[in-house]
């Protein structure tokens, strides 16, 4: 299984980007997908996730209101809409695939086993 993602770039605050994800190999529709980042000098933290067929979804506090995660199964990619950016919304954001079948919107990093390299979201204030 690989992971890309894409769509990351340079915007000014309070701009729009959305970055997308997709998914080759074993490809099962039924596995939360994530998305994470990880700011410069910090810890790589949680962001969202979506269960499989997109039932339900999970936010972080800080960007909750303003990202929406989705999903295309039938292309295998996820999606992340971010909206209102942020200068601190700055980082290196990665999708990441669950290892096994979750019916919640996860945020631990341990249950994800697949990641992508992650795309660059810079935001200017």
């Known amino acids: 299984v690989q992971l890309q993602a894409s769509g990351g770039g340079l915007v000014q605050a309070g701009g729009s980007l959305k970055l997308s994800c997709a998914v080759s190999?074993?490809?099962?529709?039924?596995?939360?997908m994530g998305w994470f980042r990880q700011a410069p000098g910090k810890e790589r933290e949680f962001v969202a996730a979506?269960?499989?067929?997109?039932?339900?979804?999970g936010y972080a506090d800080s960007v909750k209101g303003r990202f929406t995660i989705s999903r295309n199964d039938a292309e295998n990619m996820a999606f992340l809409q971010m909206d209102s950016l942020r200068p601190e919304d700055t980082a290196v954001y990665y999708c990441?695939?669950?290892?096994?079948?979750?019916?919640?919107?996860?945020?631990?990093?341990?249950?994800?086993?697949?990641w992508g390299r992650g795309t660059l979201v810079t935001v200017s204030s």
């Open positions: 990441a695939r669950a290892g096994a079948v979750y019916y919640i919107p996860i945020r631990e990093q341990s249950r994800y086993r697949y």
């Open positions: 190999g074993r490809t099962l529709s039924n596995r939360v």
């Open positions: 979506v269960t499989g067929s997109g039932g339900n979804t």
